[in-house]
């Protein structure tokens, strides 16, 4: 069988939406997501998500993400923008 499409979308996601986290420092949310499939997976086999921030603003965020099986090949490709909400100094304050 076939890994379906919606796996790989949700693995490509799962990658994306924590790597907006950690570069915006808070809370940040999808707007948008392309996503361009290239070859069919395996089911069972490998599926390697890398993703690359492209540009930052104080408000948007815009990333690109590939998946390639376990030979290294291209499955899928993401383009994603996602909106950043700004941090309250409130918040930012360390609570002991």
Known sequence: GRMQGGFICAAMDNTLG?????????AA???????????GIKAGDTLRVT???????RTNLIMDALAHDG???LVARAST?????AVRAKDRVEKN
């Open 81 to 85: 923008q996602f909106q950043v909400f």
């Open 29 to 39: 949310v999808t707007l948008s997501m392309n996503l361009d499939f290239v070859r």
């Open 71 to 73: 030979r290294g090949k």
């Open 51 to 57: 993703a690359t921030v492209l540009s930052r603003s």
């Open 18 to 26: 924590p790597l907006s986290f950690l570069v915006s420092g808070g």
